[in-house]
């Protein structure tokens, strides 16, 4: 890991997480309410910013890219146990809740069973939206439970299958926080859907493992000298799309392939070669000398 200024916000937004609860055991209601609130608004912010620093100062990592996801569902998940807890365990609050972090456990393990393919379930810009949904969301039900502390001294869903509908500032912060949370649990399914059925290509597909080496040039772009891949591609020019998908590196060392040869099972191959029985796949650049 490089100690660099988007590394650092995705590291304190990982941090920040566990830390929401604590405001409950630390603080009184509603000051609790306000510091979890405060804590949970500066970790969305560092969200937009530790990706937009990246971007923009060339900082990109592997690092940022494995621990910003990880960031995102850990607060995401860690504040809707908390606000589901002290708000009265009302269904209206507990079914989104339940989508939400179904959806995160279903990707999560889908991630795994994927493996070396993980990667190819890139983040879409629907999944974007339901991040932000969900942060606007648990961040206004966080005011609604601070504000109905102060106005009513309970928390504002205590009851079940109860709604507010005064026209308090408490009850109107948590009727708005209900509507996103709902309309950011429509968006998390659909977005698990979408994993499952279009960015999942090895899933319910006829597969073959694959052996994949790089050499010289190709290993240091790429990051590593081999992975193995479940993969359904039928030749080496489905092989190197589905493996430049995958990320910026994989992309970058696959971008001019007149500067990369290959060989399936230790034979000099082309692009239209089939891959049906093949075990091993390796690039190179061109070979020059005697």
Avoid at 17 to 45: G, I, K, N, S, T
Avoid at 48 to 73: C, H
Avoid at 143 to 164: C, I, K, N, S, W
Avoid at 191 to 202: L, S, V
Wanted: with cysteine; charged share 20%; aromatic share 12%.
């Amino acid at each position: 890991m490089h100690w660099t200024v988007p590394n650092i916000l995705t590291l304190l937004r990982l941090i920040a997480a566990p830390a929401v609860p604590l405001m409950f055991l630390y603080f009184h209601r509603p000051w609790a309410d306000w510091a979890a609130l405060a804590l949970f608004l500066l970790a969305a912010v560092t969200d937009w910013f530790d990706g937009y620093l990246a971007r923009a100062w060339q900082q990109e990592s592997r690092f940022g890219a494995a621990m910003d996801p990880i960031a995102d569902k850990a607060m995401v998940v860690i504040a809707l146990v908390v606000i589901t807890g002290y708000s009265g365990m009302n269904p209206w609050l507990i079914l989104p809740a339940a989508v939400i972090l179904f959806r995160e456990v279903f990707v999560s393990g889908l991630r795994e069973f994927l493996g070396a393919n993980a990667r190819l379930l890139k983040v879409t810009r629907l999944a974007k939206w339901k991040t932000t949904f969900q942060m606007v969301a648990i961040a206004v039900l966080f005011l609604g439970t601070g504000l109905a502390y102060v106005e009513h001294g309970r928390p504002p869903l205590v009851g079940e299958g109860e709604l507010p509908w005064s026209d308090s500032w408490s009850d109107l912060a948590t009727q708005l926080g209900l509507l996103l949370i709902w309309m950011a649990a429509a968006l998390t399914g659909w977005t698990g859907w979408e994993y499952f059925t279009k960015r999942c290509p090895t899933c319910g597909s006829r597969e073959m493992t694959l052996d994949i080496l790089y050499f010289a040039w190709l290993r240091e772009r790429i990051g590593q000298p081999r992975e193995r891949v479940e993969t359904g591609a039928t030749t080496i020019r489905d092989l190197v799309a589905e493996l430049a998908a995958r990320d910026e590196w994989h992309a970058a060392a696959f971008a001019d392939m007149s500067a990369v040869r290959c060989a399936v099972d230790q034979q000099l191959a082309d692009l239209d070669t089939p891959l049906a029985g093949s075990r091993e796949v390796a690039f190179f650049p061109p070979m020059t000398g005697g």
